[in-house]
């Protein structure tokens, strides 16, 4: 039996390098970044996937400067919402599988628990708005598909919190990191390797294939302030040099640090549905560090 065509978007971004990695083994992958195929672009996309006509589509490209979709939503919308519907109405047509990358932004971050895939999604930002309406497109255009909703992602390709907080330690001898927004710093590899693990489910059993939106996010939760000492920590730990002092990092309140664009205060989802569903256990975000933490290693 042939192996599938895989088309991965966001070549260049951190879970779509990832990617890379994971599917390699899966089928014949053709990744694709943005001077390749801007999303931005109808006709663009139609015509790539003409040319490739995969099997497999995975899209983890998105637009993903949180504040600056408040000042360009036409641009965030075509990238987060018109892409993901074109992608979904020629899976619909072809009978292929996509498997598209969605956010915690989709909710308002006002529960107090973890939110499950039946929650209500009330997005607070252009950012958020965008990607459920891609959510949705994807869902009313009655292709296979998987939506697997993530939060804080993190890897040693490509620029992320963990990257900036190292960074700042090495200039600086204070930090003020907001302590009162919760979830849950995920690794793209993560992300990768249960995409890869969920597709090889899909290749042994597709008829009975359980479609639809997962939460994927690692084990654990904590504040960004937490997640930022736990990185230096951890640094230190392995021999990283910093002018900023262990525990010179001061937790601030959301309030504090105005942004453009409205963050949840919970970010917290909860992926029993995932691991059921797919008989995954995951890691805990601190694993991930660790992990990356060796990766980058001066």
């Not at 690692?218 to 910093?242: C, K, N, P």
Request: proline share 7%; net charge negative; hydrophobic share 45%.
């Amino acid at each position: 039996m042939a192996l599938p065509t895989i088309l991965v978007t966001g070549a260049r971004g951190q879970v779509g390098f990832e990617l890379q990695r994971s599917l390699a083994m899966l089928g014949k992958v053709m990744a694709v970044g943005r001077e390749d195929c801007d999303l931005a672009d109808a006709d663009v996309i139609d015509a790539l996937l003409e040319r490739v006509r995969p099997d497999i589509i995975v899209n983890p490209a998105a637009y993903t400067a949180v504040d600056k979709a408040q000042s360009e939503p036409a641009l965030a919308q075509a990238i987060n919402a018109t892409a993901p519907a074109l992608l979904g109405a020629w899976a619909a047509r072809h009978g292929a599988l996509l498997v598209h990358y969605s956010t915690d932004y989709v909710f308002d971050g006002a529960k107090d628990g973890c939110y499950t895939e039946d929650d209500t999604p009330n997005p607070q930002s252009v950012y958020g708005q965008t990607k459920l309406a891609g959510e949705e497109a994807i869902r009313g255009s009655g292709c296979r598909h998987l939506i697997l909703r993530t939060s804080w992602v993190f890897g040693a390709h490509g620029g992320n919190f963990l990257k900036t907080v190292l960074r700042l330690a090495r200039e600086r001898d204070h930090l003020s990191i907001v302590a009162d927004q919760h979830g849950a710093p995920t690794p793209a590899s993560l992300i990768a390797d249960v995409t890869a693990q969920i597709l090889r489910q899909y290749a042994l059993i597709p008829q009975g294939f359980p479609f639809g939106t997962y939460h994927l996010v690692a084990e654990g939760d904590t504040t960004w302030h937490g997640y930022a000492q736990a990185v230096l920590e951890a640094a230190i730990d392995r021999g990283w040099q910093f002018k900023l002092p262990g525990h010179a990092i001061t937790p601030i309140p959301t309030s504090a640090y105005p942004l453009p664009a409205p963050r949840p205060a919970n970010s917290r989802l909860s992926t029993h549905k995932l691991q059921a569903a797919f008989n995954l256990t995951l890691p805990h975000w601190r694993d991930g560090v660790a992990q990356v933490l060796t990766l980058l290693h001066p």
